[in-house]
């Protein structure tokens, strides 16, 4: 079976930067199914020999020590490109001919990859349709879109029935780059490979749990953007949400697309909508100072880049436990890390209350960039009188020392193979917008908590852990050691 991959939107950024570097590192480990064309399209005038040589340059420049030239010609064979306007019905008509004359007859499955703006999807996938590029009878055919999918429940729903005219549910792969992380697959085989730790993942033995996802960057150029965005667009809806759902999901039935997505969009449906004074107590918003400074951004912007949100499931497993979700730029480093804090202990023995650390009993679970896991416990200390200490069981996902694979050469493999498990489901996406809308829009209204400014290089604004202390708990707030 022969495959292309159509990218819409190839002299942007992400193609360059992640789509053409992810798709070579699966050539160069033989993963890519043969024949695997690879046919950009964006309305720059360039022929396919122009194009490969500009990718030579940006893969040399981001695979680094990976760049083989030998390897990268056999690559660079299966590389086209074909100027063409979205906006223009008769490019797509070229584009199908084109498609056709460089398949040559041959069965193929072909995915085409949405990397342009937002904006232009629903048009795109009109235009595919219109071209009849969406007929699956020579070869299944799939699209593939990048977030944000939608601005709001609203935008996310048009979209949805825009492209359901064209593509069938099974034909639409919605990315979530969180979900092709290494790591985050592995929360899946920790908790269901394993026996040692379903046992206590419920509400009898966890006190309340942490997802962090901390940047070190600011917003850079992105400001025109992220301010129209802020934190709960760019980061809550889509990879937050993914993962508390790998951290609270119950077992699938089988690993599979279908199954593991109907788990994961339970948890979704679980999450308890805030009510009343929920929306303000149950938050924290900041901006780094120096934010309103930045290329893109209105002097009195009110824009998140700092935010809380405590959310409770209501389901039998996870009654009454607290999940924490926090993110941020400009922090003290970039750490993605999930913090299972298990209960203190009934009754203590040795000591007194005091001596009960209450961060031991926790496991952390380290996503990026520290791949890896440690377990916090109390031990005694050697040669004392029943004294506790906090030790820690270390373990590193990757010991070779080898940088793990970028989440899209997980994710372009699956779209060319055709399966639709780490990608997120319509029904997914919805129900994570019509939890944080009403959020966003209690946020902008004049009943808003307070947006606290905080120094860059920290931990968000201080009123976010005197906010946790106030609950009797605090953040684990340690940069790991890479
Ligand atoms: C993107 C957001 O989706 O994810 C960015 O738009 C953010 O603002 C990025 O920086 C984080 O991704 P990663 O893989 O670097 O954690």
Known sequence: MSHTMVIFGASGDLTSRKLIPALYRQFCRGRLPTPTRIVGVSRSPFTSEQWREQLAQSTQKFVKDDFDLNAWNGFAEQIFYQAGDIENEQDFHRLAQVLNEIEAGQKTDRVYYLSTMPQLYAHAIAQLGKAGLNIDTNGARRVVIEKPFGTDLQSAQKLNIEIHQTFREDQIYRIDHYLGKETVQNMLALRFGNTIFEPLWNRNYIDHVQITVAEEVKVGRRGGYYDKSG??????????????????????????????????????????????????????????????????????????????????????????????????????????????????????????????RPDANRLVIQIQPAEGMQLHFQSKVPDSDMKLRLSELDFRFDSSGKELPDAYQRLLLDALLGDPGLFARSDEVEQAWRIIDPIIAAWKSPAAPTLHPYEPGLWGPTQSSEWMEEQGRSWFDVCPII
């Open 231 to 356: 934190i709960l667009r760019d980061m809550f809806q889509n990879h937050i949400f993914q993962l508390m759902m790998v951290t609270a999901m119950e077992a699938p039935v089988r690993y599979t697309g279908e199954f593991v997505r109907d788990e994961k969009v339970k948890v979704l449906q679980a999450i308890r909508p805030y009510k009343g004074s929920d929306f303000a107590q149950y938050g924290v918003r900041g901006q780094y100072i120096g934010y309103q400074d930045e290329e893109g951004i209105p002097d009195d912007s009110q824009t998140e880049t700092f935010a809380v949100l405590k959310f409770y499931l209501d389901n039998w497993r996870w009654r009454g436990v607290p999940f924490y979700l926090r993110s941020g730029k400009a922090m003290s480093c970039r750490t993605t890390q999930i913090v299972i804090q298990f209960r203190e202990p009934p009754h203590m023995l040795f000591g007194n209350e005091k001596t009960c």
